[in-house]
């Protein structure tokens, strides 16, 4: 790997963007560039997947490394994201030695030959934003914006100071989500009817002041001069997979991933849209799911069950019905690619109902589908597993443990329901089934939802099974038990 002597090194300033290629591979014409050359105290930059954000962020402080006072950092919400494959700290190594920058990976942080500094930290609690009470950082950065909340952009931004002759400045990347505070920040550059970010406004600049958590916006600062505050300039530059020729070549299959997406989550990421929500109709569409009078022979299957343990009453003051989580099973094979719902069941029964229909069930499937469900957190949820695990006995069964939220676990099913690998045998349980999935995230229950993907997780490896309890898990029961 080829490094600057000291005599290059204090030429980085003129070299980084005037001449990159004599020193570092140079931006990508378009996004990437306008992004690197923006004189805005804040730039938000992205919008969809692949758009070479990261490297982009990286690049950002390199102009000023020559200044031995800079210092500069870049937050991701917790530390594992930051050292993950592919991620900030992995992706700095490629970059940074090219400048003779040494790294302290166990704090996480390079220096540069004539004394700048680059660290990188997470802010997982709010909270956290307090360990740089007092800091004073030229340059700040953050990776996936929409991660942060609002309240820790705004209090880091009063940390973004500077006395080492470098004017303060915020770079971010950022992806769509439409229910995030950044929407609301930059959505006069989004168009508020299609969700698409408008072309003509990309990299426009613009100055606002901010009273009493309230924003003021201008378009030039002479207008908000007359304000106490003194006004920040922002901009928003929208980036796609189609911006990152150099990731297309080197990954042609990325493309096809972003494809196989989820419908919610393709328009994001693949077409940047601000504005598409999980709603009815866009999770599952019961017109994704064909009906089929006959399973083939062979594949693997399961039968997955989302436990609940309050029974439907009658309440006797005000004459109305409770409407308690139901206890949900699913059953599901998997032949050759595709996926067929054989089966779904959902009562609001107690305790000791649930027992007799997951055992009879488990009988009128047979040992050959796997019976799974899904391990509440703590204690009792540990009793429950072992509970199931008696009851069941002979049975090939075992509880999982939930990776993500609700709508997080859907998603796999969702993709394959919309690429037509989702059918469902006829039965009378069908169009209850159909509504219930349809309606997501909007009905009151999620139960058969959760089902479903808790089977189609399970024949898909996603999660693994829980035979063997963790350490914490083993201490917490033999508590339980008196030991």
Same mark, same amino acid.
């Given at each position: 790997?080829?490094?600057?002597?000291?005599?290059?090194?204090?030429?980085?300033?003129? +070299?980084l963007f005037? !001449?990159?290629e004599q020193l570092l591979p140079g931006p990508q014409p378009g996004p990437q560039e306008t992004f690197l050359k923006s004189e805005a105290d804040i730039v938000i930059f992205g919008g969809a997947a692949g758009?070479?954000?990261?490297? @982009?962020?990286l690049m950002q402080p390199l102009r000023h490394v020559t200044n031995p006072q800079f210092g500069g950092v870049i937050f991701r919400r917790t530390s594992p994201q930051i050292r993950n494959q592919g991620g900030l700290w992995d992706e700095?190594?490629?970059?940074?030695?090219?400048?003779? @920058?040494?790294?302290?990976?166990t704090v +996480?942080?390079?220096?540069?030959?004539?004394?700048?500094? +680059?660290k990188f930290a997470h802010l997982q609690y709010d909270l956290d934003v307090h360990d740089w009470q007092g800091a004073q950082v030229p340059f700040i950065g953050f990776d996936q914006l929409e991660h942060f909340s609002e309240s820790q952009f705004w209090y880091m931004l009063s940390r973004n100071r500077s006395l080492?002759?470098?004017?303060?400045?915020?770079? @971010?990347?950022?992806?769509?989500?439409?229910?995030?505070?950044?929407?609301? +920040?930059?959505?006069?550059?989004?168009?508020?009817?299609?969700?698409?970010?408008?072309?003509?406004?990309?990299?426009?600049?613009?100055w =606002?002041?901010?009273?009493?958590?309230?924003?003021?916006?201008?378009?030039?600062?002479?207008?908000?001069?007359?304000?106490?505050?003194?006004?920040?300039?922002?901009?928003f530059i929208p980036a796609k997979l189609s911006d990152n020729q150099i990731l297309m070549q080197k990954d042609p299959g990325y493309l096809a991933n972003l494809r196989a997406l989820s419908l919610v989550d393709r328009e994001r990421l693949l077409g940047g849209n601000w504005k598409i929500v999980a709603t009815a109709g866009k999770i599952f569409n019961r017109a994704w799911f064909e009906i089929v009078d006959a399973v083939p022979a062979g594949g693997e299957e399961v039968r997955f069950w989302d436990l609940a343990a309050t029974e439907k009453k009658m309440l006797a003051k005000t004459n109305k019905t409770t409407d308690p989580d139901y206890t949900a099973g699913c059953r599901m094979k998997k032949v050759h690619g595709i996926y067929y719902v054989i089966d779904a069941q959902a009562e609001q029964i107690g305790p000791t109902d649930a027992d007799n229909l997951i055992k009879n069930t488990a009988s009128q499937d047979g040992k050959g589908c796997k019976a799974r469900w899904e391990i509440e957190g703590g204690a009792s949820g540990v009793r429950d597993n072992l509970h199931l695990v008696q009851l069941l006995a002979g049975y090939d069964c075992a509880g999982v443990r939930p990776e993500g939220d609700k709508i997080v676990r859907a998603k796999g099913l969702a993709a394959q329901a919309l690429a037509g690998n989702v059918k469902l045998l006829r039965g009378?349980? #069908?169009?209850?089934?159909? #509504?219930?999935?349809?309606?997501?995230?909007?009905?009151?229950?999620?139960?058969?939802?959760?089902?479903?993907?808790? @089977? =189609?997780?399970?024949?898909?490896?996603?999660?693994?099974?829980?035979?063997?309890? !963790? !350490?914490?898990v083993v201490e917490e029961l033999d508590n339980y038990r008196g030991r």
């Open positions: 790997m080829n490094s600057l002597s000291p005599p290059r090194l204090r030429e980085l300033d003129e +070299l005037d !001449e990159p758009g070479g954000k990261t490297w @982009a962020l700095s190594t490629q970059i940074y030695p090219l400048l003779n @920058a040494e790294p302290r990976q +996480l942080e390079w220096r540069f030959p004539l004394g700048a500094k +680059l080492c002759g470098v004017h303060p400045y915020v770079r @971010a990347t950022v992806n769509p989500d439409a229910d995030s505070w950044v929407a609301k +920040l930059i959505e006069w550059w989004i168009d508020q009817d299609t969700g698409f970010p408008i072309e003509e406004r990309s990299g426009v600049i613009r =606002f002041i901010r009273v009493n958590n309230e924003i003021k916006w201008a378009d030039t600062k002479e207008e908000l001069q007359s304000d106490s505050e003194e006004p920040k300039s922002l901009t009378d349980w #069908n169009n209850r089934w159909l #509504n219930h999935m349809h309606g997501q995230p909007e009905l009151p229950h999620d139960d058969e939802m959760d089902a479903a993907s808790g @089977a =189609f997780n399970e024949l898909t490896d996603i999660h693994g099974l829980v035979e063997d309890l !963790e !350490e914490e």
